[in-house]
């Protein structure tokens, strides 16, 4: 199982960026993905899950909501994380992972796979 997280880049202050998280070996589609993200220094932190039910089951982080978005295109094998009104301080490593749980929720869920990150850099 492989999850890759893409779609990362330099953008500036008030700008958006969509990160997309695939999969090889792993169907998404009926398990909760959560996106973390880690800054220099800093502990990896929490921002999004998206449950296996969808848009009716999702988590964000309180710095978060109201900017991010995260949904899942099951046909794509895909989830993504819509970021708009970017500030510096969301600057990170973004990762995406897995809980492979069938039918999996976003109420206390465990990752168990986890992606390689992208790059995310908001310049003020």
């Known amino acids: 199982v492989q999850l890759q997280a893409s779609g990362g880049g330099l953008v500036q202050t008030g700008g958006s960026l969509t990160l997309s998280c695939t999969a090889s070996g792993f169907t998404l589609n009926y398990y909760a993905i959560g996106w973390f993200r880690q800054a220099p220094g800093k502990e990896r932190e929490g921002v999004s899950c998206?449950?296996?039910?969808?848009?009716?089951?999702?988590y964000y982080v309180d710095s978060v909501k109201g900017r991010f978005t995260t949904s899942r295109d099951n046909a794509k094998n895909t989830v993504y994380l819509q970021m708009n009104s970017l500030k510096p301080e969301d600057t990170a490593v973004y990762y995406c992972?897995?809980?492979?749980?069938?039918?999996?929720?976003?109420?206390?869920?465990?990752?168990?796979?986890w992606g390689q990150g992208t790059q995310v850099t908001v310049s003020s």
């Open positions: 998206i449950g296996s039910s969808g848009d009716v089951d999702t």
């Open positions: 992972a897995a809980d492979p749980w069938y039918g999996s929720s976003c109420a206390g869920p465990s990752y168990g796979y």
